[in-house]
C-alpha cells in the first residue's frame, strides 16, 4: 500500500466509524511524519505502520541494528519528569522518548494496533501537542479488524499521591465504555495559576478541546534545561514560553486555561500505555507522566481493580 506523509494538503476527517466501535482496528495504511526532537534536538522520523490484530502497540528503533519491536505496557515506561519514556524489555538501553502526544491522539482515535517506527530515540515534537498526529492519522485512514476491541474497566477506586500534594485516581465509570477525566493545576507564575478542565473522552472532543493545546515551559528554567541537555529543540513554534504573568508566543493563548488542557492531552497519552482503552473516571491534581505511571502500577497491582470487558483472564500480554 502506498506511503504518504503529513505535509499534505487538508484531507477530510477520519471516516464514519461507529459500526468499528465494538471491533479492533489499525490503520488503512502507513504514513510517516518528519520534524525535531524536543530534547534531543535532532531531526526525528516517525513511521506508523498497520499491525495485525491482538498485537497492540508495538515500538521499534530502525538506527538500531536487529533490534525487535517492542509492546507497550505501562511496565516499559521509565521514570522521566519532562516526558513519558518507554525502554525496551527486549533490548536493554534502548529508550523510546516523547511518545505522549502521540499516544494521546492513538487513544482518542481508538488505534488498537499499530508499529511504530523511529529513526533516533525520540518522536518529533512537531507543533507541540497533538494536532499534527491527528491529521496525520486522518491521512492514513483506519481499518476495522475482525477480532473484538479489549478494553480494561476499573472495577474499585484506585488512589496514588505524589510530592507537593499531587495525586490522581481512577475510579469506576459512570457510564460503561466511557473515560472520564477531571484534571487541575496550580503553578506559582499568575499567566498559569490555578486551572481545571473536564472531559469525557471521544475523537470529537478531543480533536476540539485538547489536540491544539501545546506544551509548556517557564521562561526562567529553559537555561537550567538545556545545560542538562534538555528542551534543545523547543522553540516557540512548539512550545507556550510562559513569563511571569504573561505569554512570549505572538499568537498567544489558544485557550484561556490552554495550560491545563496540555496536561489532560499528557494524561490521556500516558494512560494508553497500557494499549488498552480504560473504561474509567480519572482525577488527577498537580499529576504528571511519573504518577501517571505510578497509578497504572497501582490498577494492576492486584486482579481485584480490573477486569478485560470480554471477561478474559486479567493478564497482560507479553512485551515480545
Avoid at 490484530?53 to 525487535?68: E, K, N, S
Avoid at 545545560?227 to 511571569?244: E, F, K, R
Avoid at 500505555?273 to 505511571?293: P, V, Y
Wanted: proline share 8%.
Amino acid at each position: 500500500m502506498p506511503e504518504t506523509t503529513c505535509c499534505r494538503p487538508h484531507q477530510p476527517p477520519l471516516q464514519n466509524t461507529a459500526h468499528l466501535q465494538q471491533a479492533q482496528t489499525t490503520l488503512e495504511q502507513a504514513v510517516h511524519c518528519q520534524g525535531w526532537g524536543l530534547h534531543s534536538g535532532r531531526p526525528a522520523t516517525v513511521r506508523l505502520v498497520p499491525a495485525a490484530p491482538d498485537t497492540g502497540i508495538r515500538l521499534q528503533r530502525l538506527d538500531m541494528a536487529d533490534t525487535p519491536a517492542f509492546r507497550l505496557t505501562h511496565d516499559c515506561i521509565i521514570s522521566s519528569p519532562l516526558a513519558t519514556v518507554a525502554a525496551s524489555p527486549l533490548t536493554p538501553g534502548l529508550t523510546v522518548a516523547t511518545i505522549e502526544h502521540l499516544m494521546a491522539a492513538l487513544h482518542a482515535c481508538e488505534v488498537d494496533n499499530l508499529l511504530i517506527q523511529l529513526d533516533g530515540p525520540e518522536l518529533p515534537i512537531l507543533d507541540g501537542c497533538s494536532r499534527r498526529f491527528m491529521s496525520l492519522l486522518e491521512e492514513a485512514g483506519r481499518s476495522g479488524q475482525a477480532p473484538p476491541r479489549r478494553s480494561i474497566e476499573v472495577l474499585r477506586p484506585v488512589h496514588v499521591e505524589g510530592r507537593h500534594g499531587a495525586h490522581a485516581s481512577l475510579l469506576p465509570a459512570h457510564q460503561p465504555d466511557t473515560l472520564d477525566l477531571s484534571v487541575n493545576i496550580d503553578f506559582p507564575a499568575p499567566a498559569i495559576g490555578q486551572q481545571s478542565f473536564q472531559m469525557v473522552l471521544s475523537q470529537e472532543t478531543f480533536a476540539q478541546e485538547i489536540a491544539p493545546c501545546r506544551t509548556f515551559v517557564n521562561h526562567q528554567d529553559i537555561d537550567a534545561l538545556q545545560a542538562q541537555g534538555l528542551a534543545l529543540g523547543g522553540s516557540l513554534d512548539n512550545a507556550l514560553v510562559i513569563q511571569h504573568d504573561r505569554v512570549l508566543n505572538p499568537d498567544g493563548l489558544r485557550f484561556d486555561n490552554e495550560c491545563v488542557r496540555h496536561k489532560m492531552l499528557d494524561t490521556v497519552g500516558d494512560l494508553y500505555c497500557t494499549g488498552f482503552r480504560l473504561s474509567a473516571r480519572f482525577e488527577g491534581h498537580r499529576t504528571g507522566h511519573a504518577l501517571n505511571n505510578q497509578l497504572l502500577h497501582a490498577l494492576f497491582a492486584s486482579t481485584e481493580n480490573w477486569r478485560f470487558s470480554d471477561g478474559s483472564p486479567p493478564v497482560m500480554p507479553s512485551p515480545g
